[in-house]
């Protein structure tokens, strides 16, 4: 598995052709970041601005953003600005004080969730929120076994890095995580991935009991994104949930990338209906202002608690409860949620005609506005130097995208959720001369 920032990683070693600016600000981004400086493409982009599903450098190109999911409703929008503008003149403290804006959040964001989930905590980032549904797990449980999938990833903190074989370099993950292959429609067919899946889990339960660790949790991202997105069959994580929990274990189900409405529902695990222990959410969640938060049942955070004091100084703050629900407000009002399943169903089926001309594209999968394109060598074999150029392709007919996958080989197509079939059209096309190019 290629480490995650790795993937289309800009290399710094390659600053001669660059644009005399562009060169003048990476070296000057390396010098001050140092080793933990990481840019995208072999030409890194200076972004002055955004609106909507663009991006625009500074010399005024405008850019379809085809791979952020934190300013979901879209680069700039008017509501979100103007009612964490309103809120930041007002007040934004800690969340010690009593204030009636985010209690309001909160319970209408709890009421989009199953009735048993009916408590939230709050935090700044995704990170935070899975290092903390871990922490809740252990308490809760007794235990300390992790399973994850092969590709997974779940954010930087040193607890939430051991739960991610994505972001190493060298090593592994410590004997108490147990990872696990993603769903793997190229091999195993629709009919038993329940049974494959369910079985591997299996398997990662009698391994962290026969080494004293007990199974804490099943911790996965309901799309599979960073494995390669893999969303189908719905429901075919159920028998293994039911698994863990027979052991004792919880089900931490990762909605930072897929959960405010990218799937077509608020949340990712409503397809497969199951009803998780602990709900991890982040990015989407303030459209660019850093929001977070845990959603559990009652005794699950009760027990938490008793043993170990949470507080979060930024986590919910006034102005980041602005920002919640402006994003609530646009999901509903801007029927974005209806949207993003009709625009991604859109670009699939367009994407899927490509591949009668273009023999560089294997699987097309996903749902609502997250995709994933395999793109294979002439032997239809994983192709991640064609994935690397065909980033590169887009990025010059100003399309932005990633990759993912444990070749690398996949494009992670994840627009705004006011992606439209214009946009769709445009990636299209792009992708099509890029591919043209590579004579694929």
Not at 39 to 56: D, H, N
Request: contains cysteine; charged residues 20%.
């Amino acid at each position: 598995m290629k480490p995650i920032l790795s993937l289309n990683a800009f290399d710094p070693q390659q600053t001669d052709a660059l644009d005399p600016h562009i060169k003048g600000e990476a070296l000057r981004r390396q010098r001050l970041f140092g080793a933990a400086s990481v840019l995208f493409y072999r030409e890194p982009l200076e972004i002055a601005r955004g609106e909507g599903c663009w991006l625009m450098d500074v010399r005024g190109e405008r850019y379809l953003d085809c791979y952020n999911n934190v300013p979901s409703v879209g680069h700039g929008h008017p509501r979100v600005a103007e009612a964490v503008y309103q809120q930041l003149k007002r007040v934004n403290t800690h969340t010690r004080y009593l204030h009636s804006l985010v209690n309001d959040y909160a319970e209408r964001l709890l009421a989009t969730f199953p009735a048993s989930l009916s408590n939230i905590t709050f935090t700044c980032t995704g990170s935070e929120s899975n290092d903390l549904a871990l922490r809740q797990a252990f308490s809760f449980t007794g235990r300390r076994g992790v399973i994850v999938t092969e590709g997974a990833y779940h954010g930087n903190s040193d607890l939430v890095t051991a739960v991610s074989p994505s972001s190493f370099r060298r090593g592994q993950p410590p004997r108490w995580v147990k990872t696990i292959p993603a769903p793997d429609p190229l091999h195993v067919p629709a009919t038993q991935q329940a049974e494959v899946f369910d079985s591997a889990v299996a398997a990662a339960i009698q391994a962290l009991e026969q080494e004293g660790f007990g199974v804490a949790a099943l911790l996965f991202d309901s799309i599979f994104s960073s494995d390669g997105v893999y969303a189908d069959p719905a429901g075919f994580i159920a028998p293994a949930v039911e698994r863990v929990r027979r052991h004792g274990g919880l089900f931490i189900c990762d909605e930072v990338q897929p959960g405010f409405g990218r799937t077509g529902r608020m949340w990712g695990f409503e397809r497969h209906g199951v009803i998780p222990d602990l709900v991890t959410l982040g990015k989407p969640m303030g459209n660019g202002f850093p929001l977070a938060g845990v959603v559990t049942r009652p005794a699950i955070l009760e027990r938490f608690c008793q043993e170990v004091g949470y507080f979060n100084t930024f986590g919910g703050s006034p102005a980041a409860a602005a920002a919640g629900m402006a994003v609530l407000d646009a999901l509903e009002q801007e029927q974005l949620i209806q949207r993003a399943q009709q625009s991604g169903d859109y670009l699939r089926v367009a994407i899927t005609r490509l591949q009668a001309s273009h023999g560089g594209i294997g699987a097309v999968r996903g749902v609502g506005l997250f995709t994933g394109v395999e793109l294979l060598d002439e032997a239809g074999q994983p192709d991640e130097s064609l994935a690397t150029a065909v980033i590169n392709g887009l990025r010059d007919e100003k399309v932005l995208i990633g990759a993912a996958g444990p070749h690398a080989n996949v494009l992670k197509v994840r627009p705004p959720l006011c992606f439209g079939t214009v946009e769709a059209d445009f990636f299209v096309q792009a992708l099509a001369k890029s591919l043209q190019r590579l004579g694929r």
